[in-house]
């Protein structure tokens, strides 16, 4: 792990949304890296900010409302956050990029696959003959396991399954070789046997081309399976980060623990599966205290008066929570 380098550093990143309400900070300061090949995980239930976290490493935030207010990506040597415009469509797609949630969305069901493919490898290899562009698509579908990969040039989305359309957004994904690919939630529209086959297709692909991944879901399965490393995410904060191990042997933080508590167990069917009560709170709404003391079943009075920071578990394993700051001081 030591031995790896960092690909991307988020240090301090806050997004902020400008809405009628007033500023709802969707990401407040939240840091973590990335390394070489990894495959990192961010959990969290929806609207804990995890799709806001990766539109702004990708600069997508639509703006307004939305703006990075604070922090630095940073990219080799450059900070993506302050990149203009234009010197950032050049890392987009060839240095960092991105499979989204609805392939359906994303995929212009107007032209063909292609088309869609080409354009994403014309973007940054503008001198490329028309012969290299078109091999070029070709081998990323292979390696994307599509098969007929040439007749494949000339169909429309709307002709393919669920997951040969995922595939497809694979490929264009990784067509250009960035160094970062970040996957929002990318399996959640796909039934349970091809969302498997698509996670062992993206794990095959970190392991072959050492791609970092950022890999974000609301599924623990998921991140069980897939991940190294994972960050756990609430109301636009991260709550612990862990190895993947150590968050399922040892989670230290009460709201991982519930998540866990909330994965369907195989072994007891019979028993009702727990749902964490409540819901997560809208971003900039608690200011003081931990963001899930109403929640929590271990909370004290403290936690609605004091604001936890992260404390460290143990090696690679940090939590905001007051219980861990206790068992530091004890020892
Ligand atoms: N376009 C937007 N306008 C206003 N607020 C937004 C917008 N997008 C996201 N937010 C805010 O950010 C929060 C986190 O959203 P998101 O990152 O999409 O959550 P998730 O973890 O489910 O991906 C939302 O609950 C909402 O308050
Ligand atoms: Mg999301």
Redesign the pocket.
């Known amino acids: 792990m030591s031995e790896r380098r960092k690909v991307l550093d988020v240090i301090n990143l806050e997004?902020t949304?400008f809405?009628d309400d007033g500023a709802?900070p969707?990401?407040d300061d939240i840091s973590f890296s990335i390394y070489e090949g990894e495959i990192l995980g961010i959990v969290?239930?929806?609207?804990?900010?995890?799709?806001?976290?990766?539109?702004s490493v990708m600069r997508l935030?639509?703006s307004p409302?939305?703006k990075i207010t604070n922090g630095q990506i940073l990219f080799e040597d450059k900070d993506l956050v302050k990149l203009t415009d234009k010197e950032m469509r050049r890392v987009r797609g060839k240095d960092v990029a991105m499979i989204f949630q609805e392939p359906m969305t994303s995929l212009n069901p107007l032209f063909t696959i292609g088309n869609q493919l080409l354009e994403a490898i014309r973007i940054h290899h503008k001198k490329w003959s028309k012969q290299q562009m078109r091999a070029r698509a070709i081998e990323i579908l292979k390696l994307v396991g599509l098969p007929r990969a040439e007749a494949l040039l000339k169909d429309y989305p709307h002709q393919l399954s669920g997951g040969m359309r995922q595939r497809v957004m694979i490929a264009m994904a990784l067509v250009c070789n960035p160094k970062v690919l970040i996957a929002?939630?990318p399996t959640t529209a796909l039934d349970v046997t091809i969302q498997a086959q698509i996670l062992q297709l993206m794990k095959n692909l970190n392991d072959q081309l050492n791609t970092a991944v950022m890999l974000?879901t609301?599924d623990l399965g998921v991140v069980a399976e897939t991940c190294e490393r994972v960050i756990v995410?609430y109301a636009?904060q991260i709550v612990e980060e862990a190895h993947v191990q150590d968050l399922f042997e040892n989670p230290a933080h009460p709201y991982t623990q519930g998540l866990l508590q909330s994965v369907p167990d195989m072994r007891f069917k019979k028993e009702a599966l727990y749902s964490i009560p409540g819901s997560?709170p809208?971003?900039?709404t608690i200011e003081v205290g931990c963001r899930f003391a109403d929640r929590c079943q271990f909370a004290m009075p403290r936690c609605t008066t004091e604001t936890p920071k992260l404390y460290e578990v143990a090696s690679g394993q940090m939590a905001r929570c007051f219980l861990i700051e206790q068992v530091e001081v004890l020892v």
Do not use: N, Q, R, Y
Request: hydrophobic share 30%.
């Open positions: 997004t949304f809405t709802v969707a990401v969290g239930e929806s609207g804990s900010g995890k799709s806001v976290t990766s539109l935030i639509p409302p939305g929002d939630e974000i609301h995410m636009g997560v809208k971003p900039g």
